[in-house]
């Protein structure tokens, strides 16, 4: 996988290579499909598992970029955005000359299903709010993140994705988590994860905060207002943004940005600049 360069105003396209260079942009009308990642599906073609590199874009500040890669999935690498968001520090970033378009929430919008729940607010910033409740010996955390304060490295970024010793036989009979194992996954047992330490106390919902980032992205820009998510996952991220997209009078285009996010300059767009970073999966 290589991360190219790309105008402004492109936004986030994905590229395979090994189909004649067909592209797919990273906007909510291309979400193919949802379970335990996020799919993109245009004309046919897919790509899967978005979110983690979605999720470090947007806490990079990177607005424009192309994504090659030639198979239809993203590379886990360590199962956090860790590896990608220290591939683009190492190469760079640049302004373009164009202002940045946030999408400002003017109005609640909220998704609901049984007892869980997701919903974006007006208000300054990023912010995101998210509680899990999993069985033992997960338990239930909750925790807060303000993305225009420049935690997204620090708190965010490393937190790795998880699941349960006990489903893997039935998750590998549904042809999932093929890749899956602890170099790439916090593997949890009846006492805990087996191939601990743990990189957070709280590592789980630091990694849910994560996964929403990455969804949220496919909005197409970066959202200005408070998120809340309770019990959510990834078909409810992109449920509220499909909801975000089809009620125009919730939102409207800010082009003055938030406050400066990691590696972001000024009011410009930002886009991967010099070399072209390759990463390859694990």
Wanted: aromatic share 6%.
């Amino acid at each position: 996988m290589r991360l190219l360069p790309a105008p402004a105003g492109s936004g986030v396209v994905f590229r395979r290579t090994d189909l004649d260079d067909f592209e797919i942009p990273a906007i909510g009308r291309n979400v193919a499909k949802v379970s335990y990642a996020t799919s993109l599906m245009r004309q046919g073609v897919l790509i899967s598992t978005t979110e983690h590199l979605l999720s470090a874009f947007i806490g990079m500040g990177v607005d424009n970029v192309i994504v090659e890669l030639d198979n239809l999935e993203l590379p886990i690498l360590d199962g956090s955005a860790l590896p990608y968001v220290d591939a683009i520090a190492n190469q760079g970033i640049r302004t373009q000359r164009r202002h940045r378009e946030y999408m400002r929430i003017l109005k609640p919008v909220e998704v609901r299903e049984g007892n869980k729940f997701i919903g974006v607010y007006p208000g300054s910033g990023y912010r995101i709010q998210y509680t899990i409740d999993f069985p033992a010996p997960i338990g239930q955390q909750k925790t807060s993140v303000d993305l225009a304060t420049e935690t997204y490295g620090a708190e965010i970024a490393a937190a790795r994705t998880f699941g349960y010793k006990a489903d893997e036989k039935m998750l590998r009979n549904m042809g999932l988590i093929r890749g899956a194992g602890p170099h790439n996954a916090i593997i949890i047992g009846a006492k805990g994860p087996e191939n601990g330490p743990l990189r957070f106390k709280d590592e789980y919902v630091r990694h849910k905060v994560l996964d929403l980032i990455g969804d949220l992205a496919l909005a197409g820009r970066r959202i200005e207002g408070h998120v809340v998510a309770e019990r959510a996952g990834h078909a409810m991220h992109t449920a509220l943004v499909s909801r975000l997209l089809k009620d125009r009078s919730a939102w409207e285009l800010a082009r003055t940005p938030i406050v400066a996010t990691e590696s972001e300059k000024g009011e410009s767009l930002a886009a991967l600049a010099g070399r072209r970073p390759a990463l390859a999966g694990a």
